[in-house]
């Protein structure tokens, strides 16, 4: 897999570490906003063991509007310094307007992180042209920045999700887009009630088995909160849970809040698979 400038090996788990530069993120609100805040928490989550950090100037969620301008202002001198303090980080940009895209490719960024499935058909030709990576989620060609509502599917929700993923992927390599730079994400909540989440993730192997490196972006999420009736701050146990089925399962990039205890659960899976040794073995040996 080829992320921008880096490269990294087939059996690698990667901590995609969420820096939001907005006043009203769900889970931070706002933390993060200011900008030397949010270089704070770059350099914070670089040396807990993040590979990639995935900045955001827009929330997901409806609210305010941040018309393409704003969001270019928000994200664009973040990017720029990232580059230039953390050469070793992979830099993913959340946005999905071609315009934005343009110019954090031009700062630096390594990475498009689509998360609304290629509502501007345009972002495949930036990554395409700046030789970046992208992630190609399957939203249900939902508008950007709704909330789903009466979701439902007219055959099996995993088939279709797939399906959507997939054929993004292919719409990008059609682009130009080098096919190692190519991920997809079945992107959790995103288009689905919690039943449609639950049910791709328990069968995740299906998306593994396209050959395309899977992100999951589990951190915090509605489906978790409504599995365990925990509010936002209340999710992180049912996160890492997630996090250890969604690794056994094959899954490649993690997107998250909570680096250092992803970073462990990842370890520990990844030593339960046979993939990387104990960090030390002395029980019954000294």
């Known amino acids: 897999m080829r992320l921008g400038r880096h490269r990294f090996e087939d059996t690698a788990m990667l901590v995609m570490a969420i820096v939001n530069r907005t006043p009203d993120s769900f889970y931070d609100k706002g933390a993060t906003f200011a900008e030397d805040k949010a270089m704070e928490r770059v350099d914070l989550v670089a040396g807990q063991g993040a ?6 100037g827009v ?3 409806p609210g305010g509007d941040v018309d393409v301008a ?3 202002e928000r994200v664009v001198g973040l990017v720029a310094r990232v580059r230039e303090q953390h050469p070793e980080l992979v830099i993913s940009v959340d946005t999905w307007r071609s315009e934005v895209a343009e110019e954090v490719c031009r700062a630096g960024a390594d990475v498009l992180n689509d998360a609304w499935g290629g509502a501007d058909p345009g972002l495949v030709d930036v990554a395409a042209r700046h030789d970046v990576g992208i992630i190609c989620t399957h939203t249900g060609g939902v508008t950007p920045r709704t909330r ?3 979701t439902g599917y007219e055959r099996d929700v995993v088939a279709e999700v797939v399906d959507g993923a997939v054929g993004y992927a292919e719409r990008a390599l059609a682009a130009g887009v080098a096919k190692e730079s190519v991920v997809i994400d079945p992107a959790h909540d995103f288009g689905k009630n919690t039943h449609h989440t639950l ?3 328990r069968r995740l192997e299906e998306m593994v088995a396209t050959d395309w490196p899977v992100l999951v972006s589990l951190s915090n999420k509605d489906f978790v909160g409504e599995t365990l009736d925990r509010p936002v701050d ?4 049912g996160t890492l849970a997630t996090t250890a089925v969604s690794a056994w399962l094959g899954a490649r990039i993690y997107r998250v809040h909570e680096v250092a205890e992803t970073r462990q659960v990842l370890d520990m899976v990844a030593t339960l698979r046979g993939e990387r040794p104990p960090a030390r073995t002395i029980r019954g040996l000294a």
Request: glycine letters at 4%.
């Open 148 to 150: 789903p509502f009466r």
């Open 234 to 237: 209340q999710r992180l146990v």
């Open 199 to 201: 049910e791709v993730t």
């Open 70 to 72: 704003e969001e270019i």
């Open 51 to 56: 590979d990639i950090v995935d900045i955001g």
């Open 59 to 61: 929330k997901a969620a």
